[in-house]
């Protein structure tokens, strides 16, 4: 222990600048979170269910079971701190917040494991660009552009979404794969799966870059790794909800709730225009990531350094051709991040990626960001001009008429941003001389 408040003395001796700019945002960011509690998601899966005994939230919160007994334990803290503790509903509601010392230190306390594992995520990624070569200095830019970035902070201080938790555990999972620790990268990407099911969709990665450097026998020991885990982890929530005589329930709610991305943004691709949807039923996501999938098999080139490269490449396809809600894009942003600094891609790349994903969610997700009418950004409309701007916003996802076609062209420039990425990612792994020898 000793040895490690050594370490991080010697590191912000040296690099006082970056440790000062970490402080400022970090305190930012803490300010932001007490501010902005009115997130219909946050309150849902957050304070809201907070005071829910054990044994309820065990019965019916399925897929979010890991966060919900966080956010019960900090709960339990704050209750028996010494400051009033008046019952949560008549504090916060999907409408109203109500100001005090007490209400404020809730939400705080519920959203500082998000922030906790905000800067572990800017750890992951700078110890991942370490690892590239990267010096430390363009490590530390890499961090520091993932702190502060507006698009995660929207996303995890104010808007309390608990995905940056999926995101630390599957930058964990790279990071350990990198460092050829595969069970530790199994492990830690099966915990990433136990919070959301979304990063099962990168195990084929995990699982062809690993074939290529260990063979089959590496494979079936990931895979089963990761098989395993999960089981286990099922099993035991099986258990518990057959104890309470709610087993049928909890795997009802588990088909409703975390099998949804799969059948629904994923399966079943989206062509989007506010007020309607065309679904594909054929999958048109699928059908790309299926080739793309079979260029790395055939024509990728050889190096583990590339699995960066190819987890952004999938991600990228998903993005661009399935339906997803804001607080999903951020478990993208790390790798757009470090492609940004290890392969000095173009800085309008990064900088058209995000701005034209936020404008077209502002207008689809209008809803979210105005807490329907009753906040800005899920800052409560305290003032007059609050209560405009959020007038104004919150009616765009309703009038297709006028706002439709601005949507469609930020959707559409989204994805012409990610095909680019795309073929970037391809030029710089497909052998081209294995490709042109293929018959």
Request: contains cysteine; charged residues 10%.
């Amino acid at each position: 222990m000793k040895k490690y408040f050594t370490s991080i003395s010697s590191f912000t001796t040296n690099h006082p600048k970056f440790t000062t700019s970490v402080l400022f945002v970090f305190i930012a960011k803490a300010a932001i979170s007490i501010f902005t509690p009115l997130s219909e998601d946050f309150l849902t899966t957050g304070v809201l269910v907070a005071p829910a005994s054990i044994w309820a939230i065990l019965k019916t919160d399925g897929p979010y079971l890991l966060w919900i007994l966080l956010v019960k334990g900090t709960y339990t803290i704050w209750q028996v701190l010494p400051v009033n503790h008046p019952p949560v509903e008549s504090m916060v509601g999907f409408w109203y917040f109500i100001p005090s010392f007490s209400s404020q230190l809730l939400i705080f306390m519920l959203k500082a494991p998000l922030l906790a594992f905000d800067v572990l995520c800017a750890l992951a990624i700078y110890k991942i660009a370490f690892w590239y070569g990267g010096s430390q200095e363009r490590s530390l830019i890499a961090s520091m552009l993932w702190l502060a970035n507006p698009y995660a902070t929207l996303i995890t201080e104010m808007f309390g979404a608990y995905d940056v938790i999926v995101v630390f555990f599957f930058l964990l999972s790279v990071y350990c794969f990198l460092k050829e620790r595969f069970p530790q990268s199994a492990i830690a990407l099966t915990v990433s799966i136990c919070f959301k099911p979304y990063p099962l969709i990168v195990l084929p990665i995990f699982l062809i870059i690993l074939m290529r450097q260990k063979g089959l026998k590496g494979v079936i020991k990931f895979a089963l790794t990761t098989l395993i885990l999960t089981s286990a982890a099922i099993l035991a929530v099986a258990i518990y909800a057959w104890r309470i005589g709610s087993l049928i329930d909890m795997f009802s709610y588990y088909s409703q709730k975390g099998s949804a991305y799969f059948i629904g943004f994923i399966l079943e691709s989206y062509t989007s225009r506010i007020g309607w949807t065309i679904p594909i039923q054929i999958g048109t996501t699928m059908v790309f990531a299926v080739i793309y999938i079979f260029l790395m098999i055939e024509f990728w080139g050889q190096e583990k350094r590339s699995i960066l490269d190819a987890l952004l490449g999938l991600c990228l396809i998903i993005f661009a051709f399935s339906y997803w809600h804001p607080q999903l894009l951020l478990w993208i942003l790390p790798l757009i991040t470090l492609d940004y600094i290890l392969n000095k891609t173009a800085r309008p790349y990064p900088l058209i990626f995000v701005s034209t994903a936020f404008l077209f969610e502002l207008i689809y997700f209008s809803f979210y960001f105005t807490s329907h009418g009753n906040s800005l950004f899920f800052i409560p409309n305290y003032t007059p001009e609050l209560t405009g701007l959020s007038n104004l916003i919150y009616p765009l996802y309703k009038t297709p008429y006028w706002i439709g076609s601005p949507a469609i062209i930020l959707r559409s420039v989204f994805v012409s941003v990610c095909v680019c990425y795309l073929i970037k990612i391809l030029i710089r792994n497909i052998n081209m001389l294995k490709a042109c020898a293929r018959p």
